[in-house]
């Protein structure tokens, strides 16, 4: 991989947060069905391949960050610096400006109330979501469902970067990484049993088995094997395209469920590793944790009754300009922070939204 920032992660986390609103907007748009499932053979949805892509990435650059800080303290004060700005800011503007827009386009649905908007924000203010909705201001609106869906994935990210931080701290990411080599095979072994037997009871940890998590963890222990043996993997735009192929067989033929989270990560990676894109402004954790309260809020004012492009292009516009917003008021005043800590490691900034 290359070992300075002239890479493609960030324009590869954008294209994949661009996956997620494509997917959202096919259901709170009205849409019966998205076009990729279809043409993956309902294996997999937008959103979903994309969360396994951010994850794959998120392992491989966090594990970047630890080896580069080796400071337990200093890693985790530039991991909560990536993470809880942007996450607060989506939660504030969520709670008080996209709730109280969707009630008032929303005849159907409840007040919005100020109680109930701080009860929304101080309940979910630990990052694992327990409040899913602003009062009732979604109530009548089809599909029914939380009004910020896609934040629930950042608390099994941060249960992630707890991963790296003991295994980093056990000298598992330096000389004894076979040990991180050996904890993912564990966890594959853990996948593989619910993939082929999903109803059997005691076959992978309560957590994984129940949450749902286990592919996204396989995908991020992926991307951490991949950055400490990137020197043997090597990167070429051949690895790239052999792991690209890769991923069309599974999409295309089948094995998705149970291959993905080793072939996707890889295949980003090598791919973002290979090129030289630089982007001036990264919005993707923006676009992120943003978009789905602005989905609603387009659902609500009607703009799906114009057709699917009119409703997916407005919304599109509204979360680009929130996205900036969140960046440039938000996210780079935090990450210059963060980078007054340690340097940045190579590939840009690690997060799911941006997962990464």
Not at 75 to 99: D, E, K
Not at 172 to 177: D, F, P, Q, T, W
Not at 280 to 295: E, F, K, R, T
Request: proline share 6%; with cysteine.
């Amino acid at each position: 991989m290359r070992r300075d920032h002239q890479n493609a992660f960030d324009a590869a986390r954008l294209i994949l947060a661009i996956f997620v609103f494509y997917s959202h907007a096919t259901i709170l748009g009205g849409l019966d069905g998205e076009g990729f499932a279809r043409l993956v053979r309902n294996q997999t949805a937008a959103g979903t391949f994309a969360l396994l892509g951010f994850f794959g990435i998120s392992g491989f650059l966090v594990t970047q960050s630890f080896v580069v800080r080796n400071n337990g303290p200093r890693f985790v004060l530039a991991r909560l610096l990536r993470i809880v700005p942007g996450f607060y800011l989506s939660l504030i503007l969520t709670a008080f400006v996209f709730a109280p827009a969707i009630s008032h386009f929303n005849p159907q649905g409840g007040p919005w109330q100020m109680g109930e908007a701080t009860a929304y924000v101080l309940k979910n203010a630990f990052v694992r979501i327990t409040e899913w909705n602003v009062g009732g201001v979604l109530a009548g609106m089809p599909p029914t469902g939380p009004i910020n869906g896609p934040l629930w994935s950042l608390f099994p990210e941060l249960i992630c970067y707890g991963l790296v931080l003991g295994l980093g701290l056990a000298g598992s990411l330096h000389a004894g990484r076979i040990n991180l080599l050996l904890f993912a095979l564990l966890v594959a072994a853990c996948h593989f049993a619910l993939v082929v037997s999903p109803d059997r009871e005691n076959l992978a940890p309560t957590l994984l088995s129940l949450s749902g998590w286990t592919p996204y963890v396989l995908a991020f222990l992926v991307g951490s094997v991949a950055s400490a043996y990137r020197l043997e993997m090597g990167s070429s735009g051949r690895q790239a395209i052999f792991w690209w192929v890769v991923v069309a067989v599974l999409l295309k033929f089948g094995g998705w469920a149970l291959l993905a989270p080793f072939a996707l990560p890889l295949a980003l990676i090598h791919g973002a590793g290979a090129l030289r894109i630089n982007l001036p402004v990264d919005l993707s954790y923006g676009i992120y944790v943003l978009h789905y309260p602005i989905l609603h809020l387009a659902a609500a004012a009607g703009l799906q009754r114009s057709g699917f492009t009119c409703f997916f292009l407005a919304a599109l516009l509204v979360t680009l300009i929130f996205a900036y917003l969140s960046w440039t008021l938000v996210e780079r005043p935090a990450l210059k922070f963060k980078l007054g800590i340690n340097p940045k490691p190579a590939g840009g900034n690690e997060t799911t939204g941006g997962s990464s």
